[in-house]
């Protein structure tokens, strides 16, 4: 299918077919063509038709092709400034989650992890996914476990009761870890 026309698929999606069964069908296809990816992020960039959705399209496209994230990871937490919603955000979390995350993205990943976590206004998902990520991080090199545990430890008190749930349980887990 030609670029143009697969674009005006994404685009009839993201403006009136949004099913998690057609979701699921165009991220396979996205998946499979790394032009049919780049597509959606611009499309996605344009933040005129609903980037949530188009964020949304990203994710389960990474979710079937990690290859995708290590070769636009890097572009999309660039992009993490742009976003017009949280929901956008969560989604490339969730991607870098998921995926091996590229030494050279490494640092864009982490600064934006503990960013979000220094902000208590962030939404619950962001705040839980760089929970997450933190916590490879950590496991990845032990020497960054005490300057991220006291940054978590700091901001503890500001953020909601589900996120300090997930807070003691880490806490626990690199404690129990340590011994």
């Known amino acids: 299918m030609k670029e143009k026309d697969f674009a005006r698929r994404i685009e ?23 032009k049919y990816f780049e597509l959606l992020i611009g499309i996605w960039k344009r933040g005129d038709i609903h980037p949530n959705y188009a964020a949304w399209v990203a994710s389960h496209a990474v979710m079937r092709n990690e290859e995708l994230f290590k070769k636009y990871g890097e572009q999309l937490f660039d992009f993490i400034p ?23 993205c490494e ?3 982490l600064g934006t992890c503990l960013s979000n976590i ?16 933190l916590d490879r991080f950590m496991k990845r090199y032990p020497e960054l476990e005490n300057e991220i545990m006291e940054i978590i430890s700091r901001n503890k008190p500001h953020y909601a009761k589900t ?12 404690s129990r870890a340590s011994k």
Not at 12 to 34: C, G, M, P, Y
Not at 118 to 123: G, L, M, R, S
Not at 163 to 174: A, E, G, M, T
């Open 82 to 104: 742009y976003c017009k919603t949280s929901g956008e955000e969560r989604e490339i979390l969730r991607m870098a989650k998921d995926s091996h995350i590229p030494e050279k």
């Open 12 to 34: 009839d999606f993201l403006t009136s077919h949004r099913t998690k069964d057609n979701r699921d069908k165009l991220a396979v296809e996205i998946a499979q063509n790394d």
């Open 107 to 109: 640092g864009k990943v």
């Open 118 to 133: 220094e902000n208590p206004a962030k939404a619950i998902a962001i705040h839980n996914y760089s929970l997450e990520l």
């Open 163 to 174: 996120i300090q749930r997930k807070i003691d349980k880490l806490f626990h887990k690199r």
